[in-house]
């Protein structure tokens, strides 16, 4: 039975890497913040063979930890979508006093997937399904793999409430939320891995009233 992993980068306000394992002991990644760390001991540990990592947008806390990645894994493929490319080269800043500290990325990029709206591919045996939802960033991508009744957002969605979210008008729960009906029908089967925070079961969200139906009609 596969299985998903999730690993916390605290310092980015809770922001998750996932690991989805087939039954062969592959995986993908999904998002790469400093969470990378942890999750590339556990792929050794394991002796997990990873196949390729999807980045959800092209937001720094995203991609942060992209050099430990790119220090064991040199060729791994990389799937973002190609408008948010120009993203990848954000430097980082000290969150105190605003100095540039360097370039997010050192290590080069050899083996990028640059996808153009909405598609499908093929990874550790599973029909993946891209879906371009522009609004977070021109290239926010959220994923659906239906044989494990699993979707993911990128960016937050709290049925716990531990976070604020996002207010913006093209970044808030209720944008989020209208794409995961678009995709989901809000069906109780599911479960989403949102790029901050907790994941959870959609059956949950909605006895909880976290997500209604009503609110998207």
């Not at 596969?2 to 306000?13: E, I, L, P």
């Not at 008008?169 to 939320?177: A, G, K, L, P």
Request: charged share 20%; with cysteine.
């Amino acid at each position: 039975m596969a299985k998903m992993k999730n690993f916390v980068d605290a310092t980015y306000d809770n922001q998750n890497v996932y690991l989805i394992i087939n039954n062969q002991n592959e995986a993908i990644m999904i998002d790469a913040s400093n969470a990378t760390r942890r999750a590339i001991e556990y792929i050794k540990q394991k002796k997990i063979t990873l196949k390729a990592l999807f980045i959800t947008h092209g937001h720094i806390d995203h991609y942060d930890g992209l050099d430990n990645v790119l220090k064991e894994y040199p060729d791994l493929k990389i799937y973002i979508q190609k408008i948010d490319l120009r993203l990848l080269s954000q430097h980082k800043v000290d969150d105190e006093t605003g100095a540039i500290l360097g370039p997010g990325i050192n290590y080069p990029l050899t083996n990028i997937v640059a996808l153009i709206g909405d598609t499908v591919v093929e990874e550790i045996g599973y029909h993946i399904e891209v879906f371009h939802i522009p609004g977070h960033t021109a290239g926010t991508q959220m994923l659906r793999i239906k044989a494990l009744n699993l979707v993911t957002t990128g960016a937050s969605l709290m049925p716990d409430k531990t976070s604020p979210g996002y207010t913006g008008v093209m970044c808030n729960d209720n944008y989020f939320i209208t794409e995961l009906r678009r995709i989901t029908n809000l069906d109780a089967k599911w479960h989403v891995l949102p790029g901050h925070n907790k994941p959870f079961r959609m059956a949950h969200a909605l006895a909880e009233k976290v997500i209604t139906v009503e609110e998207n009609e």
